[in-house]
C-alpha cells in the first residue's frame, strides 16, 4: 500500500495560485477522462493541508455539494477549522508520522493519497513515507503561488515511471520515490 501524492501543478511547478486558489485548474472540465476514477478506487485514507480544506469548504462544502471522500481524511493544521457534518474528517497537526501509522490502519491495505498541498506532501518526503508522486501538468502558467514540491529532492533522485498524455491536455508524470541505502 504506497503514500503517493496525486495532483496537478501549472507547467512553472504551482498547485495554486499566491492566494491559495485552485480556480486555474477548474477551466479543464471533467476528471473522468484522467486516471484519477483509477486512482481514487484504490485509496483508503488521504491527507490534506489547511488551505486545500479551506478550498473545499468555500467551493464545494458551502456551495451545497457534498463531501467527496468516502475514505479517512487528516487535515493537517496549526489552526481551528470547521468540521463538516457527517464526513470523517480528522483534524491534527505536528509530526506526520505518527498520524501515517493511523492512516495506514484506517486504510486497511488500500493506498494512502496526500492531496495537498506541496509541503504536506514534502513532510511525508522528508520523514521517510512517500512512495510515488503522481502529476499531472497543465498546459498554463501561473508565474508565483503555492509551489509543486518545495523541497530540495536531489539524492537520490526521483525514479521516472512513466509520463502519459491526458486527452490531449495533461501530461501526466509518476515517479517513485528513492531512498538512501541504510548504512
Known sequence: MPT????????????ATP???LGWLLQFGD??????????RDVGALAMGSHTYEWMLKH?????????YAVPAWVFSSRSLRRIP??????????????????L???????VWIV??????????????LDELIVQIAPVTLGAGTPLLPRRITQPPLRLKSVTPLGGVFAELRYDVQRLPLA
Open 4 to 15: 503517493q501524492f496525486y495532483g496537478a501543478s501549472s507547467l512553472d511547478g504551482f498547485i
Open 19 to 21: 492566494d491559495h486558489d
Open 31 to 40: 476528471i473522468e477522462g484522467s486516471s484519477f476514477p483509477a486512482f481514487i
Open 60 to 68: 464545494a462544502i458551502d456551495a451545497g455539494q457534498p463531501w467527496p
Open 86 to 103: 457527517g464526513a470523517d474528517v480528522r483534524l491534527v497537526r505536528g509530526d506526520v508520522r505518527p498520524v501515517h501509522t493511523a492512516m
Open 105 to 111: 490502519e484506517a486504510a486497511a491495505g488500500r493506498n
Open 116 to 129: 495537498g498541498g506541496g509541503d504536506l506532501a514534502g513532510q511525508f518526503h522528508d520523514a521517510g513515507l
